[in-house]
């Protein structure tokens, strides 16, 4: 899967195994670096940078935990695997919350293995290129709200909210291959969906929102006959029951559901986040990650999600044909996100010379004002 080889650690204090996973990682032609304690490891990280660190949990001194976050401290976008002897469900719980991409169990075969370095290798690849967009681009808005008037103000925005929906096509027939549905307020303290979204989450009435735009996009399915539709979820929203519901209206049309979950918020503290995924992708739903370059969420958003689809936030196509690091950066992406099997859809494509670059790049799943713009439905017609 990886074409440029990579340079992985390997460390364990058990130097038959040390010596078997190495070999196996060279074979797959990786460069290999060995370190038989956590401590030796952390010296090898100063030197240089790795693409993966692969390290047992047991070990005399410092324990494989330790020696991840110590690594952090160094490098954020370093995937880790973890390997032990004794599988035990807190201790891999917790490799996992210290960000750990897996979790293997020995005896640590080269099947098992390598599917995962390949992996891991790619996902750090990934992590480290949306780094430099973030670092080109920057990140603001910062909601400023008047508490105390917030209540009535967001009662009357969920009152009087609609949704638009935004054609996505596929290039070069412009079929359409789906709708995003968008919040669209017409409260006047809170017209931007963002405040109206920042004022939920102070007041604790998300779900109540999320739930009100589920509805209505289940309640427009029928007139968007074709296509996928492209739902926003909160991550707060993966809590809700409504989610889950069968007879929710949005769950009936479950298998044309994609759910967009922004990389700008965390995902840290989302409680059971693979049990909620894994109920959402049993009633049908697709997982989009959404505005990908836009928010630095470490590996966590990839690697946590999975995502069958990722849209490439506008801030990375914006006067992409003017703008060769940009060019590099949103083509570099792209590539690596289908071959981690994902589809790519690029977002906010306004001019004909941003749509021809990301052509050029390979894309060919696009919305922007350049194809359609965000509209609200036509009344269906009394019957
Ligand atoms: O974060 P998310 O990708 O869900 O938000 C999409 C937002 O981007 C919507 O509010 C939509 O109106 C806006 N949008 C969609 N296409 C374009 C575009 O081509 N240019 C700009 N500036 N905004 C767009
Ligand atoms: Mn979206």
């Not at 950066?329 to 906010?348: D, K």
Request: hydrophobic share 45%.
């Amino acid at each position: 899967m990886t074409e440029v080889p990579a340079q992985v650690l390997v460390v364990d204090d058990d130097d038959a195994v040390l010596r078997a996973v190495a070999r196996s990682i060279e074979r797959a032609g990786h460069g290999v670096i060995t370190a038989s304690t956590g401590p030796e490891a952390l010296v090898r990280l100063e030197e240089r940078q790795f693409d993966l660190l692969v390290s047992d949990i047991n070990m005399p001194g410092m324990s494989g935990l330790e020696l991840l976050l110590a690594a952090r401290r160094h490098d954020l976008d370093l995937p880790v695997v973890i390997m032990t002897g004794n599988p035990d469900v807190p201790t891999a719980a917790r490799a996992v919350e210290y960000g750990a991409l897996r979790y293997l169990v020995k005896p640590i075969t080269p099947s098992l293995l390598l599917p995962i370095v390949a992996y891991a290798v790619q996902i750090g690849r990934m992590a480290r290129v949306k780094r430099e967009a973030l670092l080109m681009l920057g990140d603001a808005e910062q909601f400023v709200g008047d508490r105390a008037a917030l209540e009535t103000h967001f009662g009357r925005a969920l009152a009087g909210m609609w949704i638009a929906y935004q054609p996505i096509v596929r290039w070069p027939g412009l079929e359409v291959f789906g709708h995003e549905a968008l919040l669209r307020s017409a409260e006047p303290t809170l017209l931007n969906p963002v405040a109206v979204i920042r004022g939920a989450e102070s007041l604790g009435r998300l779900h109540e929102l999320g739930q009100a735009v589920r509805d209505a996009v289940a309640g427009a399915a029928e007139q968007l006959s074709t296509g996928r539709l492209f739902v926003n979820l909160h991550p707060l929203d993966l809590a809700d029951p409504h989610l889950y519901a069968a007879d929710s209206p949005l769950s009936t049309i479950a298998s044309r559901v994609v759910l967009e979950i922004t990389e700008r918020a965390s995902l840290e503290g989302i409680a059971d986040l693979s049990a909620c995924l894994e109920r959402l992708r049993q009633m049908g739903f697709q997982i989009a990650l959404d505005d990908l370059g836009a928010g630095y969420s470490g590996l966590t958003s990839l690697t946590r999600l999975e995502p069958e689809f990722v849209k490439l936030d506008m801030a990375m196509v914006r006067d992409v044909d003017r703008d060769a690091t940009k060019e590099k950066l949103l083509g570099t992406m792209h590539r690596l996100a289908r071959e981690l099997g994902m589809l790519v859809i690029v977002e906010g494509i306004e001019t004909i010379a941003e749509r021809d670059t990301v052509v050029g790049l390979g894309c060919d799943l696009f919305q922007g004002y350049l194809f359609g713009r965000p509209a609200r439905l036509l009344a269906p017609r009394p019957s």
